[in-house]
Structure formats: structure tokens, C-alpha cells
């Protein structure tokens, strides 16, 4: 089996990033998205301590100071079947890998840009969509996205107005593909929120979608709460996804959250 978790980290500063890295290091998950990154120091001691510990880390740093994303993962990795997605118009807000499973899966993590960005978020959803519907039909039908979306569905509880069609347009065109809302497929009478404004108002942001391949393999998703639950390290809730594989190979890891963790490599 292998859990894939994904988290908004909020661009953490350093003393809230320690704090998510001992969250994270009491995880199971053997992949990890890390959604809104940044160029500071809270991702830096994140990430840093990933990769020292062995971890494979994927991770497309923007010298414009654009949010990003980060896929950590100890599932070894196949890097040679690893195209960046280059023709997004934000290239760090989408990280792909591969893992070394069977059946091969592909992880893309995203940081999808927020409404106030408008045009932006727009063009960064249409090269997306069209990026993800030129993988191989094998590659797709074995996909994960997972991260911030930063949109909500047609029949998001409660309803929410403000949304344009293109932002819905990201969910149909996923699933036009074939790919399916995991958590949905497992609790369709479900209606969890990811992340609360300031008003109270409950919106689902983050997701994991599976290739249609990888339908029946899906055993277990849940939202959860705890990292925004006061004393909150972040403003968002976690999401899980777990998968029945025929093997996986896993990398020989340190703790991530040590601070004396050696390179391994």
C-alpha cells in the first residue's frame, strides 16, 4: 500500500515550519505534497530536512517569488520518467514524480493560484488541464494530483457564489478525463471543508484525484483537521489518500525531524 498525504503549509515561517515538521514526522504517509511554499527559510528547513534524511524531493523553486509546491516522497522514484510540467504558465505551482511501484504512479502535487489573482489563475488552469490531458493514456490513468486547489465543485455544501466558470472548470475538466474524486468515491455523502474564512464560511479547497486506473485500488481518504486546530499550524486541513499497489519500493530513510539527521547519501 502507499498513503499520500497533502497539506497547505501556509508558507510557513521557520518556528511554524519546525512545528509542521514534528506534525509531519508523526505521519505514516509515504508521500507527502506540501502546497504554498515559498522562497523563505520555513521551506528551506522543511525541504532541507527531507532531502537529509533521504528522502526523494521534488521541488521548483520560482525566482519571482511566486507560492509554489513540493512532492517529498521515500518511495524510491523513477526519475527518468519524470517530465517537468514546463508548458503551466506558473511551472512551480504544479510538481510531478514518479514512483517505483507496481503499478507505475505518477504524483503531481499543485498549488493552484487564488481567485483575487484572476487572469493569472485563469491561464494557470487551462495550461494545466491541457498539460495533464497530454500525458500518455497509461501515465494518466495511473495519475494522483494532489494539493490546493483552490476551487470548489458544482455541488460544494454549503454553495458558495463568486466562482467563475473557468475555476469550476478544473474539477469537470478532471473528471472529464476519467480521474476521480477519492474521497467523494468513498464517501459520497460527504461534505468536508478544508479550509474556514473569517466569517465562519466553510469552502473545500484541497483534493486528491485518482486516474481511473487507480479507482479500485483507492481503500481510504479522510480530511483532517488537527493541523488547524488551534494552536493551528496552518489554516488548512490535511488531506489522506491510501492505495492497494502490487509492490513498492521504498528508499532507506532517517528522521526528518532530527536535527542531527546525516546526508545519506
Not at 533521504?54 to 521548483?60: I, T
Not at 512551480?92 to 493560484?113: E, M, N, S
Not at 455541488?155 to 476519467?178: K, M, N, T, V
Amino acid at each position: 500500500m502507499v498513503s499520500v498525504l497533502t497539506l497547505n503549509i501556509g508558507a510557513a515561517a521557520e518556528p511554524r515550519a519546525q512545528r509542521l515538521l514534528d506534525w509531519l514526522d508523526s505521519r505514516d504517509e509515504e508521500v507527502i505534497v506540501l502546497s504554498e511554499t515559498s522562497s523563505g527559510p520555513g521551506t528551506a528547513l522543511l525541504l532541507d530536512r527531507y532531502t537529509k534524511a533521504g528522502w526523494d524531493v521534488v521541488h521548483c523553486p520560482d525566482s519571482g517569488g511566486e507560492r509554489g509546491v513540493a512532492v517529498l516522497s521515500r518511495v524510491a522514484t523513477v526519475r527518468a520518467a519524470r517530465p517537468e510540467f514546463t508548458c503551466v504558465s506558473i511551472p512551480g505551482r504544479a510538481a510531478y514524480t514518479v514512483l517505483d511501484t507496481q503499478p507505475r504512479i505518477g504524483v503531481l502535487g499543485l498549488y493552484v493560484p487564488n481567485t483575487k489573482l484572476g487572469d493569472k489563475k485563469k491561464t494557470f488552469v487551462s495550461t494545466l488541464l491541457a498539460a495533464v490531458r497530454s500525458l500518455p493514456d497509461e501515465q494518466l490513468a495511473h495519475l494522483v494530483v494532489a494539493g490546493d486547489y483552490n476551487v470548489i465543485s458544482r455541488s460544494h455544501q454549503p454553495p458558495h457564489s463568486g466562482f467563475a466558470a473557468y475555476e469550476y472548470a478544473l474539477l469537470d475538466g478532471l473528471e472529464r478525463i476519467g480521474m476521480v474524486d477519492a474521497h467523494t468515491r468513498l464517501h459520497p455523502d460527504a461534505h468536508p471543508h478544508s479550509w474556514v474564512g473569517r466569517t465562519g464560511d466553510g469552502y473545500r479547497y484541497d483534493y486528491i484525484y485518482a486516474g481511473l486506473r487507480l479507482a479500485e485500488r483507492i481503500t481510504g481518504s479522510a480530511y483532517l483537521h488537527e493541523p488547524r486546530t488551534p494552536p493551528a499550524l496552518t489554516d488548512h486541513s490535511a488531506v489522506t489518500l491510501d492505495l492497494v499497489l502490487d509492490s513498492t519500493r521504498l528508499l532507506d530513510v532517517g528522521d526528518p525531524a532530527a536535527e542531527d539527521t546525516p546526508t545519506l547519501f
